[in-house]
């Protein structure tokens, strides 16, 4: 796969291999904290304020914890890793009057900050460049990874891998909802009753969890969104005070997480 971007950082995503035999794909949207010269000139944070709002949006050693549940999997998964920052465009959002959070300025160009202050001009000049350079390639390659995991096993299993604060920040549309320490994401189309029976099985020793709430909603692409059953999805949100010291030091609660996801994978790829 070519996942080159033109703008001198490296790769804009990665897909790392699994078993062929596995149907899981470990989704890591958010982990990043690379904004490319080009993006970081479209923001109007200095750069102190940018970094402390990298502390709050990125969804610190989400990667990390994908890649120990890999290798301690008994199938290892694929695992499919944004490369940049959600600050650049975010690919879990509709690009379109769908999204819901485009209300907050938070939709695939994000123009405002986590506290609702300006962080893009509004309506951003760089807003379809964005888009062209790095959501569409993207959406295509996940795409095409969902694709290849049907034609090699007959289904595919996305799991998003997220994380969020323990407090609510402003951004939230739904900050007032409970605010467990597992937050499962559903959808009554790609979210069988038996899958999140098993997240919640395997996740039971990190403490309480619940589906939809703060977060709500599973990552699919356009082209098999409610339209392809043979693709099950589940969105892992980490409270992250779960596995680390906020915003973004890891405690041992990381090797816990690792291991209850590493379950999930092996449960799933071996179930059938």
Do not use: K
Request: glycine share 6%.
């Amino acid at each position: 796969m070519d996942t080159s971007a033109p703008d001198g950082c490296g790769p804009a995503f990665r897909l790392l291999p699994g078993s062929p035999d596995s149907p899981v794909i470990l989704h890591v949207p958010h982990g990043s904290r690379t904004v490319p010269p080009g993006a970081r000139a479209g923001l109007l944070l200095d750069d102190a304020a940018l970094e402390r709002e990298l502390d709050l949006i990125t969804d610190a050693h989400t990667a990390q914890l994908a890649a120990a549940a890999a290798g301690a999997a008994a199938v290892a998964p694929w695992q499919f890793v944004n490369e940049r920052s959600r600050l650049v465009t975010d690919p879990e959002r509709f690009p379109d009057e769908r999204e819901e959070m485009r209300a907050v300025g938070m939709g695939a160009v994000y123009t405002r900050t986590t506290h609702r202050e300006p962080l893009r001009p509004e309506p951003p000049a760089d807003e379809r460049a964005l888009i062209d350079a790095y959501f569409t390639p993207y959406a295509a390659a996940m795409t095409r990874a969902v694709e290849d995991r049907l034609a090699a096993t007959g289904r595919a299993v996305i799991v998003d891998v997220h994380s969020y604060p323990s407090r609510a920040l402003p951004y939230e549309l739904h900050g007032t909802e409970p605010r467990p320490p597992v937050c499962l994401g559903t959808d009554r189309f790609h979210t069988p009753a038996a899958l999140t029976a098993l997240a919640r099985e395997v996740f039971a020793p990190l403490g309480e969890s619940a589906c939809d709430t703060p977060f709500a909603g599973v990552y699919v692409p356009l082209r098999y969104y409610r339209a392809d059953p043979r693709v099950s999805a589940l969105m892992l949100e980490l409270r992250r005070d779960v596995y680390l010291d906020e915003p973004v030091t890891p405690h041992r609660g990381l090797d816990r997480a690792a291991a209850a996801l590493a379950a999930l994978v092996t449960e799933v790829s071996t179930r059938g």
